[in-house]
Structures are given as C-alpha cells and as structure tokens.
C-alpha cells in the first residue's frame, strides 16, 4: 500500500455515516459539545450554509446567522467528534456555490427562497 491508501484506511474509522444530506442555502441546526469545567453540554447553533469545501474527513461548512444585528459565522468540520448532529430546519434555493453576498445584504434581504424538491 502507498502513502495515500494508508492515510484513507486510518481516515475511514472516523469518518462519520450518519449525517444528513446538506447542500449551500439550507438553513441548519448544529449540535456543538462544549465543555465548561467539568461538565459537557450541547449547544445548537442555527444558521445558513453559505460555504462548503474539502472533501471526506477534511470537509468543513460554514454557517451564518445574525445574532443581535451582528453577522456570526463559523466553520465546521463535518467529522469533528465536536459535533454531535446536525439537523435541516429548510432546504434553500440558490444559484450558487458560495454565498457570500448574503454578508452585504441586511434584514428580509438575507432570506432565502425556500426548496421543496428536497427533502428534509
């Protein structure tokens, strides 16, 4: 075996096979363990996916939501053991791979087009 084969082989473990079908425009809730002091809790953190890259254990998402008229957005990886689910609140409608001009729009500007085509 080469270098490649051996690094997905020891990848595979970790990979995870129960998350959903997520696409750019969805509207997401993800479970995120945090841990304070000697405790762990999930915290869900809800928002748009407006970026995917990185394929395999490598792929990250990044979700944006306005908290307090403040645009939030965070990066996560899909297989992190950081995150415990992910659920798909609605399916959005987009032309885009990337949807970065949702950050220059404010208000029921930044809402998306709802997908019915989808399935949740």
Excluded: C, W
Excluded at 15 to 35: A, C, H, N, Q, S
Excluded at 64 to 77: D, I, K, M
Excluded at 88 to 110: C, E, N, P, Q
């Amino acid at each position: 075996m080469n270098a490649v084969e051996i690094i997905r082989s020891i990848e595979a473990e970790y990979i995870k096979t129960d998350l959903p079908k997520i696409y750019v425009g969805d509207t997401v809730k993800v479970g995120v363990r945090i841990k304070e002091g000697g405790k762990e809790r999930t915290q869900p953190y809800e928002g748009v996916i407006i970026a995917m890259r990185g394929s395999g254990i490598n792929s990250v998402i990044t979700v944006r939501r306005v908290f307090q008229g403040v645009g939030v957005e965070r990066a996560f990886l899909l297989h992190s053991p950081q995150i415990e689910s992910i659920k798909v609140i609605r399916r959005g409608k987009v032309r885009r791979s990337k949807l970065y001009y949702l950050r220059d729009l404010v208000g029921k500007a930044t809402r998306l087009k709802q997908r019915f085509d989808r399935p949740l």
